[in-house]
Structures are given as C-alpha cells and as structure tokens.
C-alpha cells in the first residue's frame, strides 16, 4: 500500500482513524482551522472583489510545518475535517499550505502525477470501520463551493465586527463586539423582555364542577359557556352569579364521544433538537452539550474495543437516516420489543428544504450498543447524552403511541338557562415507542391535562350528582424569557444561523455580558440594552431578523452553486456601506449622555443626572465640575437595568440553578471573595460562578420599614456586593447606609460608615465624602489612645488574634479586644 498521510482535526479523531486505517498510513490533527483572516487588520479587499488574506493562525506554525514536512514524504495526502462547511475550508487551508510539497518530491515521482491527484478529500457522517474505509474507497475534490459557503459567512462576519465594533467602542466603551448573528439573538431576548415589561395582566375566572356518577371515580368538568356559547367569566362578580346559578341546577350528559387518537413517534436528532432536549431534560448547556456530542463522535475507549465512534456526526439538520442503520434498528426492535411495535414499513420524516442532503441525522453508529452495556467506559455526562441520542433513534422507528380519549359535555340546568361543562379525559391503551422514548416540552399541553383526567362510563341523558364547585381567579401572564432549548428553537424556526452555529452564539451574548441568565432564563443586561437600540436605530438592514435569515438562505445558495459568494457579499456591502455612513453620522454618543431626573443629591440638594460610565449608568450630582476640586462629587448605583421581579416569569430565580457541566443542583456558598455558586458534585465536578456571571441573587425582605416612605427594606445584591434599600423602587431610592455609630475623627462632623470596595473588601470612610476623604481599613472605635492621645483607636483581627490597637503608626498601642469586641471583631 503506498504511503498515506490523513489530516483531521483532533487527537482524539486521529486515533479513532488511524485504528480502522492500519499501518500504511499516518494520522495527524490540524487542531482545528490552520488559516484565519489577520487579527491586526480587516483581511478583505473590499474594493477588488472581496479578495481575502487567509494568514497562519498564530501558534499554528510548528502544526504547519510538521504537516508539512510528513507531507514531503507522503505519496498521498487525504484531507478528513469534518463533513461540513467548516471542515471543508479546514481542507481547503490545509491544501493550499501543503500544496508546496509536491515540489519537494523526490526526481522519481511521475511528472503527470499532479497535486490534484495528491491531495484528496474524504469524509464520512460516522467514525465507524465501514464508513471509514469506505470513504477512503471514494475520495473527492474539495468542494469549492462548501469553501465559498464558509468564507462568505466568515468575511460577513469579518465586514460586521470591524466596522462596527469601534463605533460602539468610541459612543459607549471600549471592548464592546457587534456580530451579524449575536446582535440578531440579543434583538430577540430585549424585545421579549419589553413585552414582559409592557404586559398587563387580565383577570378571568375558571369553575370547574366536581360531579360523580353511577360508578366511580368523581372528575372534574370545566364551564364553557351558555347553550351551545362559549363565554369568558371576566370577573369574580360574574363569577359569583354563575356558581350561586349552578348550586340550585340539574347535571346531565349531553354528549359523550369516544375516539382513538394517535401520537406518532419524533424524528431522530437533528442539532436543534438535540440541544434543546438535552436543555430540558438534563440540565446541560447548548456549549456543552455539543462539547459531549464531539466526544462521542470522535471516539471514546471502550476497553478492548479500542477507541470508537458512538454516534454520527452531530451538526446537522437532516433527519434522514442510512439504509444500514435503518435496517439494524428494525431488527433490534423486532428482537427487543416484539413485532407489534414495528411498523410494516420504515418511518420516515419530512426535511425542511434547506436541510443538508449528504448529511444524516443524530444517531448511535450502531445500536446495538446499548446505553448500559457501555455505561462502565463513559463518564457520566456522556452517558447521558448518549442515552438520550440512542433513546430518540430507537423510539423513531417504532409504532405511534394509541390513546382512547373520551370527550364528555354536560347540561347544567338552572331554571331557564342551561350552563354547558366540558372534561376530556384519555387512557393510553398502547404505549408504542413511549415505551423508549418521550420529547421534552416547554410546559404542561392538553395532552397531560387529558391524561390526568380519570373517567367513569357515561351515556348521553345519563344523570350526574354535583359534588362540589370550584371557581378559581387567575390573571394572564407575560410571554415568558427564552431559555437555551427555547432560543435555539426560535432561532431556528426564524431561520437564524444554523446547526454549527447556535453554541457559539450563546455563548457569545453572555461572555459578552449583553444577557445573562435568571434562573435560567435569558435577561439582557443594561450594556445589552443600549447595544442593542443603538444597532437597532442606525443599521436598520442589516440587523433586521428577515434580513438575517435571507442570507442564510443565501450562503445555503452558495454551497448549493446557484449563487457566487462574491455576488451575495456584493448585494450585501451595498446596504451594509450605506448604514455604516449613517450611523457615523448619527449614532449617539452615549459617553457624554447626561439624562436629567427628578431624584435630589444626598449631599448638596442639587438635582442628579443619569450618567454612563465603564460599568453602566450611575447617579451623578448635576454640579460636579471636573476643573473644580470643590465641586460636588456624590454618586450612586442606578439598578435600571434589574429585572421586574413581580413578573411571574422571574419567579425561577428562587429555584434551583444546575450545573451546565455535569447538571447536577447548583448551592450557594461563601469564601474569602465572598458568595459564589458551586456545583454538589464536588469533588468529581468543580464548577463555581461567581455571583456577578449570569444569575443574580435573590432579594431578601425585611421586617424593617424604609424611613422615607414605610415601605419594607431589603437585602439586595449589586455590582459590588450586598446594600439593603427600599422594595419600593424605582417610586423610593432609599438606599441604607451601614453607620456604626462613631462620629468622623477628622471631620468631626460626619458619621463613618461601613462600604464596600470594588473588590468586594470591607472598609470605613465619612457620610460627609468627598468633603471629608478619611478612611480606613479597620474598623474604628470612638476612644482616645491612652499612650499618643489618637482621637479614635481601631479593631483588628490578627493571626495571633483579635485587638484594640492605635492608628497612629508612630505609636506601638495595642490591647487584647475583650471577649465581646473580639467577637465582633472575628465575624467582621
């Protein structure tokens, strides 16, 4: 066999390969992508046909001249990244810098052996001996096309972040990012979050009548309407008159209608799927969950098995499944299940057009490798995913699920009004493949509400006996945030980036800090907020979500050869060039903002001003003079950006918060930085968040009433650690000053207070700052030095333990603290 090098993309890869290839060949890893567009400049010739300047990642060099080198001796060259757009510009990248080897080659080699010939592409959908070979057997070209594809996405993206990133930088802060995609997420999360904002809340009412027939058990049956009406019930008046009605009425069945109803079987993963099962049921991030999936696709040791590929490749779109697989699993439910749960003929499921044909769905390489039966080799988290990816293709080929619903209406007749009650109830008469498997859903549907609902047997005439009635006030409710599994679905029903794409996504919002999570659910943050509108305002094409998902139907048309990348760039610079000059022009700058409030400065009186700083909007005194020393300098946290904790949605931020590492219960806990969230499954999973990253804290009410409006105070946490304030805000700003009773030694006038530092420390200075500018580490107390006549004296806590010493330096002064001080002390 002649020799071979094989180029992938990870270790782990490589070594699942090289096991199926054997000794002729040399598997390598590029590491991922060995090409990039330049960090120090734009990459993009705009003005010469958008020619590109792919240049070597830095610290790629010595991955590239090692592959370079093996290349040099190599008699082929096999090209196998990924089966996708990425991994065909890995390819192509990989060529063009090992093209130069075929110079290299002994006087020997045949002249009309070209470099085409050397360098040849493979790909397969599973890690799998047969597809492998296989693959090997029928090696291709690079795909110019699916290269177009991936450099279109990546100079649009190029063209967005470096043109627009520094407007943000010089209106708002420095360090800030637009990207063509994330700043289309965000747009999603804000907007929700004003309809949450704007919403409100309608009152309705429900009666459900608790009636019992001949036979048991008793059920429930809800009002509908009138005769054959249906009505609302507004209001707990309306309520009343209808429940005072019925307590005097006659109950019978109007109708009773059996049916068989069918629930088909879900297709097997696509990626969207995937991350938002794996969302729901485990608890697992969108980044991590396709973190575990690369793992199981490039290959996990399975003791004297070796390394091996569990599942198919895992970015994708197609639940299009291979004859082979098909035909397996089919057996595998005939030997396991029994020939009633298979179908006479496979199941098959409809694509969405722009789903990628070459490419299947998720699914185990083979299922006859049970979940438990490797259990022993995969870590837990792998376990999991794992099950669940051999669960959703075992269950897709099997029967529908087979219910008998029974749907009853029933005549309430009071005097000359009949009032009309409904209930549904349903039995599952044979479990098909919920026997395997069952989809994850946002809430509660009708489906169980029906299956909670256990019916006697009743007749049309048939006489009911009322038990009880039972109305209920309830208000609507907001839409509520998006989570990952909700997002990634709205994403991809808006058709808004693509399978390879949501993880990075969402990721980026939050590393961003433009969103963070509450309980789970996505709240966009003040800095988001103003990128938003700001983006929003001056780029009205190129950030608008129709506009969005035509280019990807776009760079779909690349990949597909009905367009060129060049034409749709071009297309796309037009609208881009001319939102660009406009908001140069008219973008605000949200540096020199100074908004005008009705709140008064605690020190002088004068009126503040909202101001935006480093790290968001503050209160600021509307006197202060930066050329004036004397000038007043109060400022305050402004929470603006804090969500509406009366919204039902937040209510989650009470709940339990898991770990996106392994999804185990996530537990609040202290150190010597202060409170931070860390994950039960320590030892074996350490993932901590500090309180600022994503979830805030809880408020906690207190029973002390707010001196300025009787309001109750609480506990809230901000930027830099725990202040109590008024539950009445934004109506009262009161915050709570922590006083500790002792006047200021310097200016004689003020009271020292506790505050906290930026870096959480715990320090004491003057009510009267910046008038007065002292102080100090320790905590003071309000006695003289007996040895240098210090005005004050100070508590601190040593190693040896806690004293009383003097501030002055000059003056060695220092006594035990008594029992009671010390205690302070050490809890201080």
């Not at 304030?725 to 200016?747: L, M």
Request: net charge neutral.
């Amino acid at each position: 066999m002649s020799k071979g090098l094989v180029i992938v993309e990870s270790p782990a890869k490589a070594k699942t390969i090289q096991k199926y290839l054997g000794k002729g060949f040399t598997v390598e890893a590029s590491l991922g992508h060995v090409k990039d567009l330049p960090k120090s400049t734009l990459g993009v010739d705009i003005n010469n046909e958008f020619d590109t300047d792919y240049v070597v990642i830095p610290g790629k060099e010595k991955v590239v001249a090692k592959l370079k080198k093996l290349a040099e001796s190599a008699d082929k060259i096999y090209l196998a990244p990924d089966p996708d757009r990425e991994g065909e510009a890995i390819a192509a990248h990989l060529a063009e810098e090992l093209g130069d080897g075929a110079k290299k080659k002994k006087a020997k080699k045949k002249k009309d052996d070209g470099e085409g010939d050397r360098i040849r592409r493979v790909t397969f959908n599973e890690i799998t001996k047969r597809a492998v070979q296989e693959a090997f057997e029928h090696p291709r070209d690079i795909d110019r096309n699916l290269v177009d594809a991936q450099q279109a996405r990546r100079v649009l993206d190029r063209l967005v972040g470096y043109q627009v990133s520094p407007l943000l930088w010089d209106k708002v802060r420095r360090g800030l990012s637009a990207g063509r995609v994330q700043t289309v997420a965000l747009r999603l999360i804000v907007e929700r979050e004003r309809e949450i904002k704007a919403f409100e809340k309608k009152e309705y009412w429900t009666i459900d009548a608790n009636l019992a027939a001949a036979k048991p058990p008793a059920f429930d049956a809800r009002f509908l309407g009138k005769g054959e009406e249906k009505i609302e019930v507004p209001n707990g008046e309306e309520a009343e008159k209808i429940r005072t009605a019925l307590e005097k009425a006659v109950w019978s069945v109007r109708t009773a209608e059996k049916k068989e109803r069918r629930r088909n079987a879900t297709p097997p993963f696509t990626t969207s799927k995937l991350q938002q099962d794996s969302s729901r049921k485990l608890r697992f991030s969108v980044k991590r969950t396709m973190m575990i999936a690369q793992r199981l696709y490039e290959g996990v040791e399975l003791g004297e098995e070796g390394s091996v590929g569990l599942i198919t490749y895992m970015r994708t779109d197609s639940t299009r499944v291979a004859p082979e697989a098909i035909n397996e699993v089919r057996q595998y439910i005939t030997s396991e299940y029994g020939a009633s749960y298979l179908p006479a003929s496979p199941n098959t499921y409809k694509e969405k057009k722009e789903a990628q044909a070459a490419h299947e769905a998720i699914r185990p390489s083979s299922v006859l490798r049970h979940p438990d039966q490797i259990k022993q080799y995969l870590k837990e988290d792998e376990y999991k995913v794992y099950k669940l990816i051999w669960q959703r293709f075992v269950a897709s080929q099997i029967m529908p699920a087979v219910f008998d619903q029974t749907t009853v209406d029933i005549d309430a007749k009071s005097g000359s009004e009949t009032f009309w009650f409904r209930v549904t109830g349903s039995v599952l008469k044979f479990d098909g493949f919920l026997k395997v498997y069952e989809e994850s859903k946002e809430g509660k549907d009708e489906e169980d509400e029906e299956l909670k609902h256990k019916l006697p047997p009743l007749e049309p005439g048939q006489k009911l006996t009322l038990k009880e009635l039972k109305p209920e006030q309830h208000f609507t409710e907001p839409p509520p945030r998006y989570n990952e599994a909700s997002l990634v679905k709205e994403l991809e029903e808006r058709g808004i980036g693509r399978p390879s794409t949501y993880s990075a996504i969402l990721s980026t919002i939050q590393e961003r800090q433009y969103a963070q999570k509450l309980g789970g659910k996505f709240v966009p943050t003040e800095i988001g907020l103003v990128v938003t509108d700001l983006l929003i305002e001056n780029f009205r094409d190129i950030f608008d979500i129709q506009y969005t998902a035509r280019l990807e139907e776009e760079l779909d048309e690349i990949e597909d050869g009905k367009e060129t990348w060049t034409d749709a760039l071009g297309e796309f610079y037009k609208k881009f060039e001319k939102d660009l000059k406009y908001a140069q022009k008219h973008m605000e700058n949200i540096k020199r903002m100074e908004k005008p409030t009705d709140e008064k400065c605690e020190r002088c009186g004068a009126p503040l001003v909202i101001k935006w700083g480093k790290h968001g909007s503050f209160y600021a005194c509307s006197t202060y003079d930066k050329d004036d020393p004397n000038s007043c300098t109060f400022t305050k946290e402004n929470p603006i950006n804090l969500p509406d904790l009366d919204t039902a949605d937040v209510q989650e931020t009470s709940q339990e918060e898991y770990c996106e590492n392994c999804g185990r219960v996530m537990v609040l806990k202290r150190g010597r930085f202060g409170q931070f969230m860390a994950c039960t499954g320590y030892p074996d999973c350490k993932t901590t968040r500090r309180l600022d990253q994503g979830k805030r804290v809880p408020d906690i009410p207190l029973d002390e009433p707010c001196p300025k409006c009787g309001r109750n105070l609480m506990i809230r946490h901000g930027r830099y650690g725990e202040f109590t304030a008024c539950s009445g805000y934004p109506d009262c700003k009161y915050v709570k000053q922590n006083f500790i009773g002792v006047k200021c030694p310097d200016c004689k006038d003020g009271d020292l207070v506790e505050k906290k530092a930026r870096k959480g420390n715990t320090f004491y200075g003057c009510s009267n700052y910046p008038k007065c500018k002292f102080t100090s580490a320790h905590k003071p107390m309000a006695e003289k030095c007996p040895s240098c006549g210090s005005e004050y004296l100070v508590e601190k806590n040593l190693k040896a333990g806690p004293v009383i010493a003097c501030p002055n330096k000059e003056c060695d002064f220092e006594r035990e603290a008594p029992p009671a001080e010390a205690a302070a002390t050490t809890t201080a």
